[in-house]
């Protein structure tokens, strides 16, 4: 299937790695040019190796951290300066502190925020103009299961991640008949260099909790953002989709 991504320039946040570089894998193997940021250099590097090697667009790679909102703008200035506008943005941030809702205080729900929900809000104000300028867009924003249901080891992050559902509900309507398309990907486990943690232990423990008795694919998760991206999907918007094999059943 054609998604008609050839062309297009897609930006992914935190793709040096993990999701983010599932996302962009599958959007440089559809023919998009590719646009990604990370905190590391080394593994940044690493990574545009592999989306050049991918034989799709044009890469480009730019060290930032997306938690401050100035970085935020630059990547996307940037982005546009080498790459020409923005057709497709995927938001993506690092995660937040685990715990249960006795751990916190206040200064943690608020650095919570900071980190889960502003760095989306600064990328989609700095893309917007661009992505209205091509009269045709895609923002997916990844955020985590915790935003479906209550996580009580992971309070944080739900807390944090509801704002952002109730942002991207918002901004289908700002985006009305533009073109543009809003959508949330609520990923569960999947084998990433976080859910494997420093030592790299396996990952398979965390399978006992999920109805398939595996972790995801970063791949198979790109997959589906890719087609999100798509112009097959021009009437989907505003949609929350759990990416998790089935561990979120609570009703909808």
């Known amino acids: 299937m054609d998604l008609g991504l050839d062309g297009k320039v897609a930006m992914v946040a935190c793709a040096s790695s993990g999701l983010g570089l599932g996302v962009a894998r599958a959007l440089a193997s559809e023919g998009a040019d590719v646009s990604i940021c990370g905190r590391d250099p080394e593994r940044l590097a690493e990574a545009h190796g592999k989306l050049a090697a991918v034989g799709g667009g044009r890469v480009h790679s730019q060290v930032a951290d997306v938690q401050y909102t100035a970085a935020a703008e630059r990547w996307v200035e940037d982005t546009v300066l080498e790459l020409g ?4 943005l995927v938001t993506h941030t690092g995660g937040v502190v685990q715990g249960p809702v006795s751990d916190f205080d206040a200064d943690d729900y608020r650095r919570a ?5 502003i760095p989306h809000v600064a990328m989609v104000k700095a893309a917007t103009p661009h992505l209205r300028e091509g009269g045709w867009g895609r923002v997916l924003m990844i955020t985590s299961e915790a935003v479906r249901q209550p996580m009580p080891h992971n309070v944080l992050s739900g807390v944090a991640r509801q704002g952002l559902l109730s942002y991207a509900r918002n901004l289908v309507h700002a985006f009305g008949d533009s073109g543009v398309t809003v959508n949330v990907l609520a990923p569960g486990y999947h084998d990433t260099p976080a ?3 420093p030592s790299g232990e396996d990952p398979s423990a965390a399978a006992a909790e999920v109805p398939l008795r595996r972790v995801g694919d970063p791949d198979d998760f790109g997959a589906l953002a890719a087609f999100l991206a798509s112009r097959q999907a021009a009437f989907v918007t505003g949609a929350l989709l759990l990416v998790d094999g089935g561990n979120t059943r609570a009703p909808v």
């Not at 925020?113 to 929900?117: C, R, S």
């Open 195 to 197: 859910l494997r943690g």
């Open 113 to 117: 925020v900071d980190t889960a929900l």
């Open 85 to 88: 506008g923005i057709d497709v």
